[in-house]
């Protein structure tokens, strides 16, 4: 039973040009969204989260956006740049029980 | 700067083996998890621990047993390998509150 799903698994995208990474949710229970950026023969590394509260987030280039009555996210990234590609994990965190539900990931490639 | 360190980054070893991976980190974080990376499934949680002594069974335990004698250390024994237990194991801490986990590098597990 997959509570967090990403349904596109990669995506490619000029450098320059704005990256859009999709995920679906069906838990309405969760506290945090969060995205994890990872490279190959490494850890994932925190991106950015969102509070269920909210509807976006922005840092920098990066802006999450939350669409609760969809139960959907998103990661955009403006502009995007090569050093970009990577596999983004979408995440969900209920703080009771503590963990962390991950998707399949999105592997993005940045052209240049 | 928060540290969650793995022993290895790569072993291989032989269907039958036991064996140990070891994650350390140095925050003083009460929570760490045990996670599992296969291409098109993300990352899958294992088991985690909320403190000294304490495991709780994640979404796919079968096969895996964990100690935490150590605040700082979180080890996941495979207790005979199989060869579907290849796979990338990452380890995790966080603290009690908050949203952010950090990751560990990663060790890669080849069962022959």
């Known amino acids: 039973d997959q509570q967090v799903k990403q349904n596109s698994p990669s995506l490619s995208v000029q450098e320059g040009r704005i990256s859009i990474l999709n995920c679906d949710y069906t838990?309405?229970?969760?506290?945090?969204f969060l995205w994890y950026k990872k490279y190959p023969a490494e850890g994932p590394t925190f991106l950015i989260s969102i509070s269920s509260i909210k509807d976006k987030n922005e840092d920098g280039r990066f802006t999450v956006f939350l669409n609760k009555s969809a139960k959907h996210l998103s990661l955009h990234i403006v502009p995007s740049q090569p050093g970009d590609s990577a596999v983004y994990f979408c995440?969900?965190?209920?703080?009771?029980?503590?963990?962390?539900?991950f998707g399949a990931g999105t592997i993005l490639r940045v052209k240049s | 700067d928060v540290k969650v360190t793995q022993s290895s980054r790569y072993l291989v070893k032989r269907t039958g083996e036991k064996v140990f991976l070891e994650c350390v980190q140095d925050m003083d974080h009460e929570n760490m998890f045990w996670y599992r990376q296969d291409p098109g499934l993300g990352l899958r949680l294992i088991y985690f621990s909320y403190d000294v002594k304490m495991k709780e069974k994640g979404d796919i335990p079968e096969g895996y047993s964990v100690s935490r004698e150590k605040k700082e250390r979180f080890s996941l024994i495979l207790e005979s390998a199989s060869t579907n237990q290849t796979s990338m194991y990452l380890c995790?801490?966080?603290?009690?509150?908050?949203?952010?986990?950090?990751f560990g590098s990663g060790t890669r597990l080849t069962v022959v």
């Open positions: 995440a969900a965190l209920k703080e009771y029980g503590n963990k962390l539900v």
């Open positions: 838990n309405s229970m969760f506290d945090y």
């Open positions: 995790a801490s966080r603290i009690r509150s908050g949203a952010g986990y950090t």
